[in-house]
């Protein structure tokens, strides 16, 4: 069976289509993406069950690099194989990547994009609608059995209020649905669909696929630096953009936001390439463009080759070294997903593992409440602060802080969104236009 078989029937080209619609729609972090997937693949066309949705999720958020870019591969290779995979990530990525490349290069020639973050602040209010909106509805679906409802508050508390990393809170969801399913195999049975009989990605995992994969992308990873050294003698900016971005990929658990503070400091201090607090200005770019947050690396790569490469003109180094930057960062991402999905499967369709599949899928659902709510508190306040009170942390908002256009916005959306019944495009377009607005007027800086 080839990779890719065993899925609802659909083409190549239209699941390509789409693939490309959430590239180009897929605003506001891990959240706000992984609402927007779980909407048009499983509610609007079908193409996934929930429980293959959920498992592909459990799986992406235990990989380093961008969960959200991830799932998208995923589902693609569910439906169409390394082929679907591959387009389905680089569309996630390609759109988002040419936006932010565009305000990369206005940014260091002139410093102003304040127009775009005119457009963000409507587009935020509505990816927070579109998160509220898809995590009652997978809580709905999920949350079937008690057992489920506690799993699912346990890994919210543990991950919003003590900072336990999401791996560990899976592998100790997977653990106690796994021994309490042994025990009680009727606790998880109102949250567990039945498995299909055959693996949706149709791979079937060996030794020798593994090698291939590791050796292709494994190439296709460091060919490019092993011939960047060939070219400049094993010293330059794009090298070093190179090695240093690939080390990030291998450890980016958590995504944009684990990794921002090391890399901003090394961008700093060791090797000169940005201002200090210039990390946040490309977050709050990479912010305003669709893919994945982690794409401010991009910015740091632009402005690094920009600045201190040799013998180039600067918006020719600076594209270079974006792309080597986006290059590094998401082959091995590819590599993750096509090395590990089949064996995902297998697990998933195990029936012995059922009741421990369910429990991490409650502990995804508590996972995506975190996100949602310090999604919410960072688009009403200005200001968050974060407090430790001995193992616990607290995020507290500054009241002087309330952004009132941001709170009314958020209530149009919402109201677009549950009550009116608003689609993706007619939301996100219409509170974009609305933040433009109120840009325009003066209201948003």
Partial sequence: MSEGAGMPPVSFAEASRIWLKVGLISFGGPAGQIALMHRILVDERGWLKERQFLTALNYCMLLPGPEAQQLATY????????????????????????????????????????????????????????????????????????????????????????????????????????????????????????????????????????????????????????????????????????????????????????????????????????????????????????????????????????????????????????????????????????LGAPYIERIGHNRALAAALSAITAAVVGVVLNLAVWFALHVVFSIVDETAIGPLRLFVPDPASLDPAALALVAIALVAAFRLHFGLLPLLVMMAGLGLGLHLLGFVG
Avoid at 111 to 125: H, N, Q, S
Avoid at 131 to 141: K, M
Avoid at 284 to 298: D, F, R, Y
Wanted: net charge neutral; hydrophobic share 60%.
């Fill in 75 to 338: 589902a693609g290779w569910l439906m169409h194989g390394i082929r679907g995979g591959l387009v389905a990530g680089t569309l996630f990525v390609l759109p988002g990547a040419l936006v932010l490349l565009v305000l990369s290069a206005i940014y260091a020639l002139y410093g102003e994009t304040g127009l775009v973050a005119g457009l963000f602040y409507g587009v935020k209010a509505a990816v927070l609608a579109i998160v509220v909106e898809a995590l009652l509805r997978i809580a709905r679906r999920i949350l079937k059995a008690p057992p489920l409802f506690a799993i699912a508050a346990a890994a919210f508390i543990l991950i919003f209020f003590f900072a336990v990393p999401f791996p560990a809170i899976v592998l100790g969801a997977g653990l106690f649905g796994y021994l309490l399913g042994r025990r009680y195999p009727e606790s998880f049975a109102a949250g567990h669909e039945a498995p299909a009989d055959a693996s949706p990605g149709g791979a079937n995992p060996s030794w020798r696929r593994a090698l291939t994969l590791v050796g292709v992308f494994g190439l296709a990873w460091f060919g490019p630096l092993a011939a960047i050294a060939l070219w400049t003698g094993g010293e330059s900016v794009f090298l070093a953009e190179g090695l240093f971005f690939s080390k990030m990929a291998v450890v980016t658990f958590g995504g944009a936001y684990a990794v921002l503070a090391y890399v901003a400091q090394q961008a700093v201090e060791n090797y000169g390439w940005l201002q200090p607090g210039e990390m946040l200005d490309g977050l709050g770019l990479a912010e305003t463009t669709p893919g994945p947050l982690i794409l401010v690396l991009q910015f740091v790569g632009f402005v690094a080759a920009f600045r201190h490469a040799t013998g180039f003109d600067p918006l020719i180094a600076g594209l270079l070294g974006a792309g080597i930057t986006l290059w590094v960062t998401f082959v091995p991402c590819f590599l993750w997903i096509f």
